[in-house]
């Protein structure tokens, strides 16, 4: 069977320099502080990840190759509501570097914001194309629903390639940034520092009280959710939410010892979080001896050298 050729062994289609530069702007425009909780980290970070979580491991379709998400029929997915905010963010550097593709460019935003905000370092690999039509653009409702539970959850990883402990790991990104009522019908922020990276979401999902509420109006398509204050909020205060996805991590068997040992642990969350958001961000793109991903529907069968 074909031989995987590891990405770092492959041809870059940028200098090493391209990508400092590229990264270098990116940091820039993290000091916009007039967004959200004072960082555009977090809806980069959003980018990255659904750009990337339209794969299919069985039929080796979607994936972060090919930057699906500027046509509508992959943009307009409600599940994508929002995330053109974060494409506007990069656009100037795209513009000042037009020689980086959008699908290379947004996952490597991604990563970059994470770091900023104090996360772990990510493996970030090159050679994404943005050649994609509409054929090839995955069909809408491969990302996850947060209004169901951990056997949803199952589906949809396990579609991508994941296992149990790689999706709390990857769980914990929701330590960044915050639910928006107009764009998916929830509202509010996972933690009280939502632009720091850190276990901290873990912490919560444990230790708080959690209730089911409904913050906005169902007949405006608010979900209910999970509401909690910290000792010191007042009743004012906005309080922390969870999604029903994210607490159905505390009710299975299976997910909840690793909530446990990443809420103790800090540095196995960031090492363990590093390797799965790494991965996420490698599904389906597949390079050849060029070093440049392929459309050829042939995605995993890498050639050996
Ligand atoms: Fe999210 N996610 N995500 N998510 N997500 C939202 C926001 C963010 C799910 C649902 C939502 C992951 C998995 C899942 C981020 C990063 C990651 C929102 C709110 C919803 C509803 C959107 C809005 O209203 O603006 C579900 C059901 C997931 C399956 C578990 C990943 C692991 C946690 C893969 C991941 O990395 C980030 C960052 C945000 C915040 C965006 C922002 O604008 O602040």
Redesign the pocket.
């Known amino acids: 069977s074909a031989q995987v050729i590891h990405p770092s062994k492959l041809k870059s289609p940028y200098t090493q320099e391209q990508v400092a530069a590229v990264k270098k702007d990116v940091e820039a425009i993290l000091k916009n502080k007039d967004y ?1 909780d004072g960082s555009i980290g ?2 980069l ?2 980018l990255a ?1 659904h750009s990337s ?1 339209t794969y299919c491991a069985e039929t080796k379709t979607g994936g972060s190759n090919g930057a699906g998400m500027r046509y509508e029929k992959e943009g307009g997915d409600p599940a994508n509501a ?1 995330l053109q905010h974060a494409r506007v963010f990069l656009e100037p550097i795209k513009e000042k570097h037009s020689w980086i593709t959008y699908a290379d460019l947004w996952t490597l935003a991604g990563v970059v914001a994470i770091k900023a905000m104090g996360g772990p370092e990510i493996e970030w690999y090159p050679g994404r194309t943005d050649f994609v039509d509409d054929a090839r653009v995955p069909p809408r409702g491969r990302l ?3 209004a169901q539970a951990q056997d949803h ?1 199952r589906a ?1 990883f396990y579609r991508m390639g994941f296992n149990d402990q790689e999706i709390v790991a ?5 330590n ?5 009522a107009d ?2 019908g ?1 509202e509010g922020p996972w933690v009280n520092n939502p632009t720091r990276f850190s276990n901290q979401y873990y912490k919560m999902l444990i230790k708080l009280k959690w209730e089911k509420k409904h913050l906005g109006r169902e007949a405006q398509g608010a979900h209910w959710q999970w509401i909690a204050r910290l000792p010191h909020m007042d009743e004012e205060d906005e309080p922390l939410m969870m ?1 029903p ?2 607490m159905s991590l505390t009710l299975d068997d299976k997910f909840k010892p690793w909530v446990e040992k990443y809420a103790e642990d800090q540095d196995l969350f960031f090492k363990d979080f590093a390797a799965v ?1 790494g991965k ?1 961000i490698e599904l389906g793109v597949t390079r050849d001896e060029s070093g440049l991903a392929q459309h050829d529907g042939k995605a995993g069968e890498y050639k050996s050298a």
Not at 170 to 174: E, P
């Open positions: 959200d977090p809806v970070v959003r990840w979580g929002g996850p629903d947060a959850l949809i990857l769980s914990g990104a929701h960044l940034g915050r639910c928006h764009r998916s929830f999604l996805t994210d958001f996420l």
